[in-house]
């Protein structure tokens, strides 16, 4: 439960509706308001991941596309730099689909590949997932084909079940562009001979 003073009167937020000090609903009017204030807040208080993701997807299911794309942006940077993989796992996907909604891949891949180098970022396919579908969204099959195959492998070495969102890079390059997509048979075989 979140508490904020608007116009010397304290509301309360409970779940993603807003209430006076006496228990009343806000109407979506005052609501709008306050939710740009807590927004703000928020953003300066640095709140903790979860509560950054959360607002975000009330963000998106409110329909503001770009108070979501700052509150998941925000809880991206904040995972890359307390280096929370779990975290990371459930926000970027969210990130680079309001992203691309919003046509700001390129921000995106530039934060992205700002932190590729970092370590424990090398190992983590959903990273690798995210650039791919940046990549394919920008109509660069090449780039967006190089990071799914990363990702599918580093899922594959760390026995875990591949993510839709890579799942949809491949089912989409399969779809619009088989000559890329051909390039798994030939790298598999090239794999298999070297080893």
Do not use: C
Not at 17 to 30: E, F, H, N, R
Not at 90 to 119: F, G, M, T, Y
């Amino acid at each position: 439960m979140d508490k904020i003073t608007y116009r010397n009167k304290t509301y309360i937020k409970i779940k993603q509706d807003w209430y006076s000090d006496l228990g009343a609903k806000q109407p979506l009017k005052i609501a709008v308001e306050l939710d740009a204030l807590f927004h703000e807040q928020m953003l300066k208080d640095s709140a903790n991941i979860v509560d950054l993701i959360d607002q975000g997807r009330h963000y998106v299911t409110t329909g503001q596309p770009k108070k979501a794309y700052d509150m998941f942006l925000s809880a991206t940077t904040m995972a890359l730099e307390v280096q929370d993989i779990n975290q990371l796992t459930i926000v970027i996907p969210r990130l680079v689909q309001v992203s691309v909604a919003l046509s700001l891949q390129e921000d995106i891949i530039a934060l992205l590949k700002n932190h590729e180098a970092i370590d424990f970022t090398k190992e983590h396919p959903h990273i690798k997932t995210a650039l791919a579908t940046l990549y394919l969204s920008l109509d660069m099959p090449q780039e967006a084909f190089d990071y799914v195959l990363e990702a599918t492998l580093l899922f594959r070495v760390q026995k875990k079940k591949m993510s839709d969102e890579a799942m949809m890079v491949w089912s989409s390059l399969k779809k619009h562009h088989p000559l890329i997509y051909k390039q798994v048979g030939d790298k598999l075989k090239a794999e298999k001979s070297e080893e």
